[in-house]
T-cell receptor, first 113, second 112 residues
């Protein structure tokens, strides 16, 4: 079945560590997005990529990094520079070329311990 | 820049009652509008979308929404709520940038 897979579902990070969240899609979508979700704040855009080997900062990119070496993969690294990383992270993808709905993964909950 | 406002953080309804969740958008041209639903700890699922044409759109699970340009609104409705509808609901839009912008969400609580 086609879809978006995020892993792991739960992730624990010690302060000062970098961690990488995986996002893989087999929908052949061009565009991929990372959102951060905090209670009462909706979804805030971290990074997005509309084509392979290119990505752009979203509204809250500080402390995060991404890569887009393959069409199907868009990993997110939460670096030690992100001071408040505990949150629910959602990856989404959209077919290229027009306005249509986003397809979401099941999310990764990151907790700093 | 486009923006989406959901003025209600929480909505409580009794099972069987009707529901309306409010959404206002800010975008100069005709927006592309969406409603998504999220169960706890899960991703978002599309309920319905509006691109153009008929301003009343039907979605899954018995939901509908009406686009009103004069009010910059895209409110979600359901005539009779079921306990399984309890979830977080997000309104979203995408304008010229093809980047989805989301409201902060409305949490629906259903009383038996």
């Amino acid at each position: 079945d086609g879809g978006i897979t995020q892993s792991p579902k739960y992730l624990f990070r010690k302060e000062g560590q970098n961690v990488t969240l995986s996002c893989e899609q087999n929908l052949n979508h061009d565009a991929m997005y990372w959102y951060r979700q905090d209670p009462g704040q909706g979804l805030r855009l971290i990074y997005y990529s509309q084509i392979v080997n290119d990505f752009q900062k979203g509204d809250i990119a500080e402390g995060y990094s991404v890569s887009r070496e393959k069409k199907e993969s868009f990993p997110l690294t939460v670096t030690s520079a992100q001071k408040n990383p505990t949150a629910f992270y959602l990856c989404a993808s959209i077919p290229g070329g027009g306005h249509t709905e986003a397809f979401f993964g099941q999310g990764t909950r990151l907790t700093v311990v | 820049a486009q923006s989406v406002t959901q003025p209600d953080i929480h909505i409580t309804v009794s099972e069987g009652a009707s529901l309306e969740l409010r959404c206002n958008y800010s975008y100069g041209a005709t927006p592309y509008l969406f409603w998504y639903v999220q169960s706890p700890g899960q991703g978002l699922q599309l309920l319905l979308k509006y691109f153009s044409g008929d301003t009343l759109v039907q979605g899954i699970k018995g939901f509908e929404a009406e686009f009103k340009r004069s009010q910059s609104s895209f409110n979600l409705r359901k005539p009779s709520v079921h306990w399984s509808d309890a979830a977080e609901y997000f309104c979203a839009s995408s304008g010229g940038s093809y980047i989805p912008t989301f409201g902060r969400g409305t949490s629906l609580i259903v009383h038996p």
